[in-house]
Structures are given as structure tokens and as C-alpha cells.
Nanobody, 119 residues
Framework: QVQLVESGGGLVQPGGSLRLSCAAT????????MAWYRQAPGKERELVAG???????DYADSVKGRFIITRDYDKNTMYLQMNKLKPEDTAVYYC?????????????WGQGTQVTVST
């Protein structure tokens, strides 16, 4: 069992920055990949940025050059540094972790943190 808790969301002006954190607790040894998703009102949940099993990072085209994803393996924490924020970045941001335990596929989600970009 893995618990994911996001933090760092809030209200920011366009062009500003925020850093989101996702703290993983529990059976973190089974985690193979971690990623950030977001969901805006009336839209489907979309992948923002994530790590593959080999540790490489991938980004959605809409955030490339503005967002940076990092992971602290010692602290079991993933971060999303968001720069040059735009109103269209407004959404609930969710932390996701996936892994395997023998033949079982594991999929965990955090509760989400609200990011609002507005004047």
C-alpha cells in the first residue's frame, strides 16, 4: 500500500511560478514510475510530466520548457517546478505512482492540489 500526498498548490499570477510536491509513504519499494497529471473543469485528465521506469523524464508539449519534474529517491518525494505559468495551466494536479508486486499491477493516486493562474 502506498499513500501519495500532494502539496504546494495555490493562486499565482500569470508568469509566476509554483513548486508542487508529492510525498509517497508506505510500501514505496514497489514504485517503478511516478508522474504528474492535471484535470481542468470540463476536460479530461491529462499527463503533464512523468518518470519512466529507467528514470528518464517526459513532458507534455504544452509544458515543455516551462515545467521541470524531479524526484528525490531518499525522501520518496517527487516535485514539479512550474514556471511561466499561464491561465490554461489552471487545474487540479494529481500525483500518480505505478509499480508491480510479483504479478500484481499497482496504481496509486493522490488527492490532488488546486493550481489557479489568474490576475
Amino acid at each position: 500500500q502506498v499513500q501519495l500526498v500532494e502539496s504546494g498548490g495555490g493562486l499565482v499570477q500569470p508568469g509566476g511560478s509554483l513548486r508542487l510536491s508529492c510525498a509517497a509513504t508506505g510500501s514505496t519499494r514497489y514504485i517503478k514510475t511516478m508522474a504528474w497529471y492535471r484535470q481542468a473543469p470540463g476536460k479530461e485528465r491529462e499527463l503533464v510530466a512523468g518518470f519512466t521506469a529507467d528514470g528518464s523524464a517526459d513532458y507534455a508539449d504544452s509544458v515543455k520548457g516551462r515545467f521541470i519534474i524531479t524526484r528525490d529517491y531518499d525522501k520518496n518525494t517527487m516535485y514539479l517546478q512550474m514556471n511561466k505559468l499561464k491561465p490554461e495551466d489552471t487545474a487540479v494536479y494529481y500525483c500518480n505512482a505505478q509499480g508491480t508486486r510479483w504479478t500484481d499491477v499497482l496504481d496509486y493516486w493522490g488527492q490532488g492540489t488546486q493550481v489557479t493562474v489568474s490576475t
